[in-house]
């Protein structure tokens, strides 16, 4: 049986071989500042897909992998508007790998299929556009194969801890519970093509960006020609 991301690549390879989006993927550990990096890319002229908006897009109340989590984790994982808890699943889940692994199993092939239907919506309004796909747990779930080239926004650890505690409200334990369910972040520096640094000022991770920004459009011509 095909697995979510066998189906995702299999869509990926369908696309015309002509004309294909370069596609970037962006990822980083939590809290490094990867939506920052993303806005600076896409002022620049990249288009933009998320993979955190499209994990709450197909949970909203309703829709099928809502009605999976809800089946599986009972009701308490609602607030009263009937949408999902976000915080409390997630400190459901970050404690215990079985039931993260259960809950990515019922959301990941739903985005998977989002995020090919909006590849091949810009396909179609611009082949040659470059879109980046900002994809947190992207070595986590081993999804580099549909990308051209992998970024990795980076910050040390200890930067990450500071600003999810601050950035969330939650404990210094928690915090780092939060970090251990991902791949440590200087391992993640190994495997990408790219890195911005975003631990200092705003106008050096803009700098970098910049840079990284016409590496990828050579890249993106050269393919053309």
Same mark, same amino acid.
């Given at each position: ?17 002509? @004309?294909?989006?370069? %596609? %970037? ?16 890319? =896409? ?12 994990? $709450?897009?197909?949970?909203?109340? @309703? ?12 009701? +308490?994982?609602?607030?009263? +508007?009937?949408?999902?808890?976000? $915080? ?23 985005? @998977? ?53 601050? $950035? +969330? ?10 970090? !251990? ?17 975003? !631990?200092? !000022?705003? +106008? ?9 920004? =016409? ?9 053309? !020609?």
């Amino acid at each position: 049986m095909a697995t979510g991301r066998d189906e995702r690549n299999r869509g990926i390879e369908s696309l015309p071989q002509k @004309g294909v989006p370069f %596609l %970037l993927g962006v990822t980083g550990g939590v809290a490094t500042g990867k939506t920052v990096v993303a806005e600076m890319f =896409e002022g620049l002229g990249a288009r933009t897909i998320d993979f955190d908006v499209l994990s $709450r897009l197909v949970v909203e109340p @309703g829709k099928h992998a809502w009605k999976e989590i809800v089946d599986h984790f009972g009701e +308490d994982v609602l607030l009263e +508007d009937k949408t999902l808890d976000r $915080r409390k699943l997630a400190e459901i889940v970050f404690q215990d790998e079985e039931k993260r692994k259960k809950l990515e199993s019922l959301i990941h092939p739903k985005v @998977g299929e989002e995020f090919l239907r909006r590849v091949a919506e810009y396909a179609s309004e611009d082949p040659n556009a470059i879109v980046q796909a900002v994809v947190p747990l992207l070595f986590e779930v081993n999804m580099q194969s549909p990308f051209d080239k992998v970024l990795l926004v980076y910050a040390p650890e200890e930067t990450q801890i500071n600003r999810l505690m601050k $950035r +969330d409200g939650i404990s210094r334990d928690m915090a780092v519970i939060v970090l !251990s369910s991902q791949w440590p972040i200087e391992k993640k520096r190994d495997h990408a093509d790219f890195i911005v640094d975003n !631990s200092a !000022s705003l +106008d050096h991770t803009r700098q970098q960006v910049g840079e990284i920004w =016409e590496k990828l459009r050579g890249l993106q011509q050269e393919r053309i !020609s």
